[in-house]
């Protein structure tokens, strides 16, 4: 590939917001973008041939023969229109093709989302929004919570869990942080504390996730982490799915271990989330099951979505396309053998 011939994107699991943004940032770079309505896998690869890049989301299933596929395709370049790269087989990609991504865009749009379903669930806004649209007006269960004088526990302190913090701050609420590398200059400034998991499980009020989801990660909120909450504590996950072990979870809460979920991830969540399922029989009896449950909230993965977010994905990766072709410093390359993954 180089700067003279056209550049063909492959753009999978487009959706109308991704088509309005990615359009409006393209005037700039006049890219050939064929926006395909499948998620990326194994058995939609091929879609990409005649292309010389990809451009790939959360849920796309990036594993070893879904890259080769792309790979035998003559793709060099995968563009992730996003910050985690969990689905992504960087060692399977490994010197065949390159994986860039957006490292930041507005880490803004998931703190500020986190602290909304925090809010919602905890001030019960869904119900009451439920009744008052039905005529009734009665506030019967209905009773909240401050969030002032709690403690809210934060895990993965990087650039959305610092924010979360600062939100969280000003409720007037005692800060818990758990980071496998604590930023204690930045703890001190804020008047945090860093401290380890176990005290971060029993004193919390609130539980944020914000740490990416690695091998040493999953199921970091699992039986044995559950059953030293409070019973009154709440979660949030806007993290990924699998931070949580999501059967754990619905026992925890069938048990009233712990008295909430807001959940904007969920660990199986690729077949439902982003989708129109309205009309058919959910048959994951897990989320049917979360989905059931009063004190649980679940969004699909939409804490990124706000205007800020998208101008800056949209622009971010047409931005590392040119990079690629132009030769330049990959500065946000992730692979194998990176030293910043
Ligand atoms: P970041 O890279 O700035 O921060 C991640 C932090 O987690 C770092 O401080 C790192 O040291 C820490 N960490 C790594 N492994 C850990 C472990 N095992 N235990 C505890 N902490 C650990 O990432 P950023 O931008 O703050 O994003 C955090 C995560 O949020 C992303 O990895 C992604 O999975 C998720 N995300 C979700 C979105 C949504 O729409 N729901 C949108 C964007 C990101």
């Known amino acids: 590939m180089n700067n003279k011939e056209p550049v063909n994107i492959a753009f999978f699991d487009s959706k109308p917001y991704d088509i309005a943004f990615f359009t409006e940032a393209n005037k700039n770079f006049l890219y050939n973008i064929e926006f395909l309505e499948p998620n990326l896998n194994r058995k ?12 790939a989301f959360v849920n796309d299933k990036l594993d070893k023969e879904t890259l080769d596929i792309l790979y035998n ?11 985690g790269y969990n689905n992504v087989d960087l060692e399977a990609a490994y010197g065949k093709i390159t994986i860039l991504r957006v490292p930041a865009y507005s880490p803004y749009s998931v703190a500020e989302f986190a602290l909304a379903a925090l809010l919602s669930l905890t001030r019960k806004i869904p119900q009451a929004f439920n009744r008052t649209r039905n005529g009734n007006f009665q506030l019967s269960g209905l009773t909240g919570r401050d969030l002032h004088g709690r403690v809210c526990g934060v895990i993965g302190t990087g650039k959305i869990g610092k924010i979360f913090a600062e939100l969280m701050k000003g409720f007037g609420m005692e800060i818990l942080l758990y980071d ?20 971060l499980f029993t004193k919390s009020d609130f539980i944020s996730l914000h740490c990416p989801l690695t091998p040493e990660s999953r199921h970091i909120i699992n039986g044995e982490s559950l059953k030293k909450m409070k019973n009154d504590c709440v979660l949030i996950n806007t993290g990924r ?5 999501a059967k754990a979870l619905v026992e925890a809460l069938k048990d009233k271990q712990i008295g909430g979920a807001a959940l904007d991830v969920y660990e199986e969540e690729e077949e ?16 049917a099951r979360l989905l059931m449950m009063p004190n649980v909230l ?7 979505l706000t205007t800020e ?7 971010t990766t047409l931005n590392n396309v040119k990079a690629y072709i132009e ?5 946000n390359q992730v692979c194998f053998k990176c030293s910043n993954n």
């Open 44 to 55: 939609t690869a091929v879609l990409a041939k005649g292309a010389q890049v990809v451009c």
């Open 327 to 331: 030769g330049k410093p990959l500065e």
């Open 298 to 304: 679940i969004s699909s993965h939409q804490a990124f």
């Open 180 to 199: 496998k590398f604590p930023d204690e200059a930045w703890a001190k400034e804020k008047g945090f504390r860093y401290t380890d998991l176990d005290e």
């Open 272 to 287: 439902y989330f982003y989708e129109d399922w309205s009309t058919e029989v959910i048959k994951d009896d897990v989320l």
């Open 241 to 245: 799915g699998a931070l949580i072990d």
């Open 309 to 315: 977010a998208l101008t800056a994905i949209a622009n």
């Open 73 to 83: 395709e003559g793709i060099r370049l995968v563009v992730m229109r996003c910050a």
